[in-house]
């Protein structure tokens, strides 16, 4: 049991990746908090799991879903910033509106998950974990995808700004970027063959990934075993970015 005894939050779990991630976590040992802006369908709260609701553009909601897990847990180890929100829309195309929901959700959400995170641990001296969710998207752009390719580009940074900024308070920053891996929110390129096609011609293990993917380098990242890592940037994209 790699995370026993350890307590996390996880963001945008009801489903995809997150769901993965909490569920990884779960079978590791740890106490789980699922969170999400969606209710979760036939989710049953036991002594080891908890849902809480949470819209991460609100700072306010953020520091709230921090203080529930520590009043149902007790404390707090790991926190994985994992929800997000896809946009299409080039230069010319991307409107106001559009931008900033994604800027709220996928990089401000992550910026105020780390800040509450780290508030506690600080406060507590508790030499936690704070997993971000990036994308390869955040280091090579993919055209008509603007604004999820910037703010995904701003996870990186806050990663690494982060781990700098928390490293003497023996807390560790990192990200996992997934490549294309199969959630409702790749379901476009499986529908689209042209868009289907250039993902696997450009991916050189050949097929989209699996969540479990993503929650597997997500358990390392929580565990002891990578105790001496802050600050990276780990893909699992299938080779995409070695091109």
């Not at 993965?20 to 002594?47: C, H, L, Q, W």
């Not at 819209?55 to 007790?74: P, Q, T």
């Not at 580009?153 to 990200?175: E, F, W, Y």
């Not at 989209?208 to 001496?228: C, F, Q």
Request: aromatic residues 6%; negative net charge.
């Amino acid at each position: 049991m790699r995370l026993e005894n350890k307590t996390a939050v996880v963001t945008g779990a009801s489903s995809g990746i997150g769901n993965a991630i909490a569920k990884a976590f779960e079978r590791e040992g740890a106490r789980v908090v699922y969170s999400d802006i969606n209710e979760m369908k036939n989710f049953t709260p036991d002594n080891r799991s908890v849902f809480v609701k949470c819209d991460v553009s609100k700072s306010k909601e953020v520091d709230m879903l921090i203080s529930e897990a520590v009043k149902k847990f007790g404390g707090l180890d790991i926190m994985v910033n994992n929800a997000g929100i896809g946009a299409l829309g080039d230069v010319i195309g991307t409107d106001d509106e559009s931008w900033s929901k994604v800027m709220d959700v996928n990089l401000s959400g992550t910026f105020y998950g780390m800040r509450a995170a780290a508030r506690y641990m600080k406060e507590n001296k508790t030499p936690g974990s704070i997993i971000n969710i990036s994308s390869i998207l955040g280091r090579v752009g993919l055209r008509g995808a603007l604004s999820y390719c910037a703010s995904k580009g701003g996870v990186v940074q806050l990663t690494h700004s982060g781990a700098l900024d928390l490293a003497d308070l023996k807390i560790r920053v990192n990200a996992v970027a997934p490549g294309f891996i199969e959630t409702k929110m790749t379901e476009v390129v499986k529908e689209n063959k042209e868009f289907n096609d250039m993902v696997m011609s450009n991916t050189p293990l050949g097929h989209m990934g699996a969540p479990e993917d993503i929650a597997a380098t997500a358990v390392y990242l929580a565990s002891d075993e990578s105790g001496y890592v802050t600050g990276e940037v780990i893909y699992v994209d299938g080779g995409w970015t070695a091109r």
